[in-house]
């Protein structure tokens, strides 16, 4: 595994751990707060259900208390105004009820004297009643008794159930009882509906319905039966999916009981909850995404200052390096170019002498001659070499000097020519003569042209070709590699000029070769382009800006420039 991939896996990881971070201090508080303020709301609105359900449960009980008391008025103004002579007559007692009953809230009236005979009766049961005693009824004691009486609702001789409101004359000397209409009785509590599911009726203690149920029960749960406790004023209390609003009214003989389903009481809350979860959800959503966008753009620019502080690392390894060699190639040179100045002057004195000598006398006269010139032509490619080795070593600094192109491009075809040869790779020469000198850095120029003829060997590998040709204009050089090797892939095209990117083996290439070309390029004012070519192979053009002696530049600060091919 390449340190690429490496690099790559712990960016990934760290571009992953970001988003983690951020999904955790976002969603998670997010959430949480988003669950309290919703469960908040709704026990609040659910306070509000609460707190209408009270109101709905005290205004029935005000309003039955106020039809059933109207009803005792009624009868006891009546038994004020009429003895019980007058009330007893049948006629008189069909007037009286034809005059107050105009709206129909009572069904029959009756009057009963005192030892519980019935005395006159007006209503649609006169056959059912006709000669009953009332004097063992329960009833008719209570309100001889307390002067008036509302009962439960019961059967009675009728056989069917009412409520009946009954109360004595002053002297009680008499009752008039009158039977109350159930259904405007019941038509009170049909506005205490709230929702399809809504429920209100009467039961007395016994659990016993007194008014029907607006949904057709006939029994209280067991649930219900344990909100038949006594208490004061209207209570409200949450019962599975239902709200229990309860009041004792008539003296506690009876329990209004209102009830609603809480779901389709929070039908506004619900659709509210909605909204602000959509609000919610989206802002998650934006938070999310820009915290996506984030943690690329914070990665990305500390994957960016790794690869600069890498490749910084890099060359100034590659600087101190190059600095050693630079200083071990002076001292090689210095030791050498002293024995080689000695031959050089022992092979000149050799050669001064030879013409003083007679020929004849000296056997093998000619090859002495010729061995001395072959000693100083071999002196000579020693000096050379040694030259090159000095000249290396003082490359170290990067000032700016008169370069002339071409002669670079031959000392550094010279460096690659015999591996070149090796590899049976002809490098063909096509060089303007004409070609001016420019300002720039000489020795950095050539590390740029050094690293693309490394690159064209190895991408020619055999048996191919590598041409270098110059040309110029009134603003720039041109220098031009191409080679027939295989090309180069638009996705190797995309990265070829990125830190650390190679195609080469592991260990056989850095990846920084062609980003420092790049960088020294940049540095110089120039630029580098890389094309393939239509019949194959690559062509890399070198763009050198023509300045002369004096002429401002307009150089980048880029990497530092120094000597030797990097892969």
């Not at 919610?280 to 943690?295: D, E, G, P």
């Not at 890498?310 to 060699?325: G, R, T, Y």
């Not at 001292?331 to 050089?344: R, S, Y």
């Not at 996705?491 to 080469?504: A, L």
Request: net charge negative.
């Amino acid at each position: 595994m390449g340190p690429t991939n490496t690099k790559e896996k712990y960016y990934r990881r760290l571009r992953r751990g970001l988003f983690s971070a951020f999904f955790i201090f976002i969603l998670v508080p997010t959430t949480f707060v988003s669950w309290v303020t919703i469960h908040n709301l709704r026990q609040c609105a659910i306070q509000r259900i609460e707190m209408f359900g009270i109101r709905m449960a005290e205004e029935r009980s005000d309003a039955i208390r106020q039809y059933l008391d109207q009803q005792i008025l009624l009868l006891s103004t009546l038994s004020g105004m009429y003895p019980v002579k007058v009330m007893g007559n049948q006629d008189h007692l069909d007037r009286l009820f034809k005059a107050v009953n105009e709206r129909g809230h009572v069904v029959d009236l009756q009057v009963i004297d005192a030892k519980g005979t019935q005395l006159s009766y007006v209503g649609p049961h006169r056959a059912a009643v006709e000669g009953k005693n009332y004097h063992d009824a329960e009833w008719f004691n209570d309100v001889l008794i307390a002067g008036k009486h509302v009962s439960d609702v019961f059967l009675g001789y009728r056989n069917i159930p009412h409520l009946v409101v009954a109360v004595t004359d002053p002297l009680k000397t008499y009752v008039i009882r009158a039977t109350i209409n159930s259904e405007k009785f019941n038509a009170l509590l049909h506005q205490a509906q709230m929702g399809h599911s809504g429920d209100a009726f009467i039961v007395n203690p016994s659990g016993e319905f007194q008014t029907p149920s607006l949904q057709g029960e006939t029994e209280l749960s067991s649930a219900e039966r344990e909100l038949l406790v006594h208490h004061e004023g209207t209570a409200a209390q949450v019962m599975g999916s239902y709200l229990y609003a309860t009041r004792w009214i008539k003296e506690g003989q009876w329990l209004l009981m209102i009830k609603f389903k809480v779901s389709e009481s929070l039908g506004s809350f619900n659709e509210r909850r909605n909204n602000s979860l959509m609000i919610i959800a989206a802002a998650t959503i934006i938070f999310m995404f820009s915290a996506v966008l984030l943690c690329r753009y914070m990665v990305g620019k500390l994957e960016r200052s790794d690869r600069r502080r890498a490749n910084m690392d890099q060359q100034m390894i590659q600087v101190e390096k190059m600095a050693s060699i630079g200083r071990l190639a002076a001292g090689i040179a210095h030791e050498i170019n002293n024995p080689l100045q000695m031959i050089t002057n022992q092979a000149g004195w050799i050669e001064e002498l030879l013409p003083d000598e007679d020929p004849a006398l000296v056997k093998n006269f000619d090859e002495y001659r010729d061995s001395v010139s072959k000693i100083k032509f071999h002196v000579s490619r020693a000096g050379t070499i040694t030259h090159r080795l000095l000249g290396f070593s003082r490359r170290m600094t990067t000032e700016k000097e008169c370069i002339r192109v071409n002669e670079i491009l031959e000392e550094t075809i010279s460096f690659v020519e015999n591996e070149a040869l090796s590899h049976k790779i002809s490098i063909e020469r096509e060089l303007d003569e004409n070609l001016p000198t420019t300002m720039s850095d000489g020795p950095q120029v050539q590390q740029v042209f050094l690293n693309i003829l490394n690159n064209g060997l190895d991408a020619v590998d055999h048996d191919g070709k590598i041409v270098v040709s110059t040309r110029a204009d009134d603003a720039s050089i041109y220098i031009e590699f191409s080679d027939t090797g295989p090309g180069i892939s638009p996705e190797v095209m995309k990265q070829i000029f990125d830190p650390f990117f190679t195609t080469k083996e592991p260990g056989k290439g850095t990846g920084l070769g062609m980003s420092i070309c790049y960088d020294i390029m940049k540095k110089l004012g120039g630029k580098i382009d890389v094309n393939n070519k239509k019949t194959g192979g690559a062509i890399f053009t070198i763009t050198l800006p023509l300045r002369k002696m004096g002429e401002p530049g307009q150089e980048e600060e880029g990497t530092f420039g120094y000597e030797g091919a990097i892969s």
